[in-house]
């Protein structure tokens, strides 16, 4: 199950976005979603728990939607990052992009299946960059034989290949 964590000042909203999302999705699959009025009770949530995305407003009193973006990347690398505004200025957007890393920018008030597929999008993106960093793990370092055997190679191909005759004897 999905856990997404929204971040609004207009308690309002946060209602009509966990509206929006639960009807996007049917039966169990339905994401665990928290909200929150204030930015900074958001972060200290963030910091005790693991999202896997977070929708957050732009122009909030307490701190800017940005702001808590760029901590929550601190905080909370792998976590996708949706920027929600009503004032869609280019400045806004850039800033979004640029300084959030935010995953997608939606304007107010937001078309339902363009929220819901937006964040299909970001919870398929996570299970696939986690997936990525699982499998580079999983992958052990080249042993120094295995890099020094690479090195040779490189430099004299076929130099460590044996060749050998039916009976097993070496071929030179």
Request: net charge negative.
């Amino acid at each position: 199950m999905s856990k997404i964590l929204l971040v609004d000042d207009d308690p309002n909203i946060l209602s009509a976005l966990q509206r929006a999302l639960l009807q996007g999705w049917q039966g169990p699959a339905a994401p665990q979603i928290e909200s929150f009025t204030n930015p900074f009770d958001a972060l200290n949530r963030i910091c005790v728990c693991e999202f896997d995305l977070i929708i957050c407003d732009y122009m909030m009193p307490q701190m800017s939607g940005g702001e808590l973006l760029q901590a929550l990347r601190d905080v909370a690398p792998d976590t996708v990052r949706i920027m929600l505004s009503g004032s869609a200025t280019f400045d806004t957007v850039l800033s979004a992009i640029n300084e959030a890393q935010a995953f997608r920018f939606l304007s107010k008030p937001w078309d339902s299946a363009e929220l819901t597929e937006s964040v299909r999008l970001g919870l398929a993106q996570r299970e696939a960059l986690l997936a990525a960093r699982a499998r580079a793990a999983d992958r052990a370092p080249p042993t120094p034989q295995e890099l020094e055997a690479r090195r040779l190679e490189a430099e004299e191909p076929g130099l460590l290949t044996v060749r050998r005759d039916a009976n097993g004897s070496v071929i030179l």
